[in-house]
């Protein structure tokens, strides 16, 4: 059964992703009444007035989104009335490989600030095993093996093949 | 005196490099078909950079392979596994699936090659012979006409949305603000930098496409577990014979992929409309239609051909008229740009030659296709034997890794993992993805035009309505939002009577 708490943490979620979508069309508009018309682009005719198409989009993205919070709240509404009939069972989350997912993510932000300074060679190995054990690997021939390998193979592939030079960061190393 | 020109890019298709790229393509578009959550959009977008470096036609043809491969392999994973390797594929699992439980699987995988195969010659031919008419009318066109075509692109993506209309314009209107960060095109003033030197290029379409597509799925396929299981997947072994099994089915072939080239030069359709559109038509008309979804052969053959034709009807809009069909076309406009063409009748009357290569390679994709996939489909099902453990950060890497080959640029990584958050955000709250890749695309399109229309009007908006072909495109732009603010329910009779009908 689809608890009230469901339902209400749905109903938060469209919200906040309506006051999303309204605060990027608001910083547009900013943008256009400040940036823009300092730089006399914000006024005059389609020639000269580079805010007047993001204005129509900005202003056209608010109001839908207040659609959306109408039909949020009435889709909310609807569902509490109906709160006695059973519905599908809520999907059952499992933590840790949410927590696995959310790792991986963090690797991988880590690896592009790490990439500019570090450079390719060095970082994309450890980039794959980290990926790896979070993943469930545990032996440790495959998690140093099966990067270094990936790593050379892909550099041959970018670099020999298709003549671009991955980044060799500060240190200059490069394979 | 058309085809004659057409013929001229025979030569540069039949190259020793363009026939290896094309038969490249297939083979990694039906590898990436295969994996499910990649796609050919994802196959597309990690290939631009080495067709970057190719010749116009062999990097072309490369790029329209993995397209065609990739729109057949999904079927490989829906029939043995029930996972679609690509959502077109979804129709094909309704009856393939059910086939491969019966011991059938080698007959599901043979049928669908074929259609997919027969299916995309048909679409070839349709391209080929109507081009040049929509070519002429093209000429007639406009900047009004053609912001209201490109609007009508945009609105239909939002009408095929499933979850939510609204959504769908929504997430569409984030793609075109996308595309005017940097610098307007008109005044030449900088828009939306926010004092960054990096943001006066904008957005990269490889960047925003890998961050919407492949960083939400590859971390929703974590999330899903299953890490280190290793897949059942039986053997199989696949024969010519099933083409002719195809053949005697013609009726059905030819009605599916009549379906799929009308569906795939509408703007905004798709290979997923198309399947489940040559589906639902081929059940609605057979005579036993309670054998669909138990194992029908027709089902399987009616999806595949249907999905496979319309990328031969996704080109007509893509290279005729500059406006992509799809978020792959999209993607393959993206790859035109890059190699310094411009879809449009300026593409037809100063490189028809290009042209033609372009429609001698989509053809032989095709045929080259038939071939592989009956030769090499135990390597494509062993592929899905490997564990997710492994397979997801390497697709991952490649995903990075090609996102930075096309310019040598950091920058764009970090564009990557912005669109990747705002993907997840945006497909956690069911708002679809499409739109936004397809708004992007056409926002240079909409805006330029739109205000090329203004400055030839003295700045009045009359000049839309004053010209016939715009006010009738704006006509159906209309209709289409009256569709869009119709009740659900009054949609999907509307919708059922039509596919009755048809």
């Known amino acids: 059964m689809v608890t009230n708490t469901n339902n209400w943490a749905r109903l938060q979620g469209e919200l906040s992703m309506a006051a999303a979508l309204i605060a990027i069309a608001s910083l547009i508009l900013y943008q256009c009444y400040t940036s823009l018309a300092a730089q006399g682009a914000a006024s005059g005719g389609a020639m000269q007035n580079a805010a007047m198409y993001p204005n129509i989009l900005a202003t056209t993205l608010i109001a839908l989104s207040l659609v959306q919070v109408v039909l949020a709240i009435k889709a909310y509404k609807k569902s509490t009335m109906e709160s006695n009939t059973p519905e599908f069972e809520a999907h059952k989350i499992d933590r840790g490989n949410i927590g696995r997912a959310i790792a991986c993510a963090v690797s991988l932000t880590v690896y592009l600030v790490c990439l500019k300074y570090v450079g390719y060679a060095l970082t994309t190995p450890i980039l794959l095993a980290c990926m790896f054990a979070i993943l469930g690997v545990r032996s440790p021939i495959k998690l140093v093996v099966i990067p270094v390998s990936i790593t050379i193979v892909i550099s041959l592939i970018f670099q020999n093949g298709f003549n671009i030079i991955l980044p060799v960061g500060r240190l200059g190393l490069g394979l | ?502």
């Open chain 2, 1 to 502: 005196m058309y085809y004659e020109q057409l013929l001229s890019g025979i030569p540069l298709f039949l190259t020793p490099l363009s026939i290896l790229m094309v038969c490249l393509g297939v083979f990694l578009g039906l590898v990436i078909g295969v994996l499910p959550g990649l796609g050919p959009l994802m196959g597309i977008v990690l290939l631009i950079p080495m067709a970057g470096k190719l010749p116009p036609v062999s990097g072309l043809g490369l790029l329209l392979a993995v397209y065609i491969g990739g729109s057949c392999g999904g079927a490989v994973s829906a029939i043995l596994l029930r996972i679609p390797g690509t959502p077109m594929a979804a129709a094909t699992m309704i009856d393939g699936y059910p086939m491969a439980q019966k011991g059938k699987a080698s007959e599901a995988l043979g049928y669908s090659i074929a259609a997919s195969t027969l299916g995309g010659l048909f679409g070839g031919v349709i391209l080929i012979l109507l081009a040049p008419y929509l070519a002429n009318l093209a000429l007639r066109f406009g900047p009004p006409e053609y912001f209201a075509l490109a609007v009508t692109g945009l609105l239909s993506v939002a009408v095929v949305s499933i979850e939510s209309t609204s959504k769908g314009i929504i997430v569409g209107i984030l793609g075109l603000l996308t595309a005017t960060v940097g610098v307007d095109s008109f005044s030449s003033v900088y828009r939306f930098t926010f004092g960054s030197t990096s943001l006066i290029s904008g957005f990269n379409i490889v960047s925003i496409v890998v961050g919407l597509f492949a960083l939400p799925e590859m971390f929703h396929q974590i999330a899903n577990g299953n890490l280190s299981v290793k897949p059942r997947v039986e053997s199989v072994r696949v024969s010519f014979r099933a083409t002719l099994d195809t053949l005697k089915r013609w009726r059905t072939l030819v009605r599916s992929s009549l379906i799929g080239v009308f569906l795939g030069a509408l703007p905004g359709t798709g290979g997923v409309v198309a399947a489940f559109a040559g589906y639902a038509a081929e059940r609605s008309l057979s005579k036993t239609p309670e054998r669909f979804g138990q194992g029908a052969e027709e089902g399987v053959i009616a999806s595949q051909a249907a999905d496979n034709s319309c990328v031969g009807g996704t080109l007509m809009p893509t290279l005729v008229l500059g406006i992509p069909g799809d978020p792959s076309s999209a993607v393959f406009m993206g790859a035109l740009f890059l190699l310094g063409f411009f879809p449009g009748t300026a593409l037809f009357e100063k490189h028809i030659d290009i042209v033609g290569g372009i429609f001698a390679s989509y053809m032989a994709a095709n045929i080259i296709m038939l071939f592989m996939g009956v030769l090499f489909t135990p390597i494509f099902v062993s592929l899905l034997k490997v564990k997710k453990q492994y397979l997801v950060p390497i697709i991952i890497l490649l995903s990075v890794v090609g996102t930075y080959a096309l310019q040598s640029s950091v920058y764009d990584l970090w564009v990557m993992l912005a669109f990747g958050v705002v993907g997840y955000f945006l497909r956690k709250f069911g708002y679809p993805l499409a739109p936004l890749i397809i708004g992007n695309v056409l926002g240079q399109i909409i805006e330029d035009n739109f205000r090329r229309s203004l400055v030839i009007s003295g700045d009045s908006y009359q000049i839309f309505v004053d010209r016939p072909i715009s006010a009738a495109i704006l006509l159906v732009n209309f209709i289409l939002i009256l569709w869009l603010i119709t009740p659900a329910g009054v949609r999907k009779r509307i919708w059922k009577r039509i596919v009755r009908v048809t």
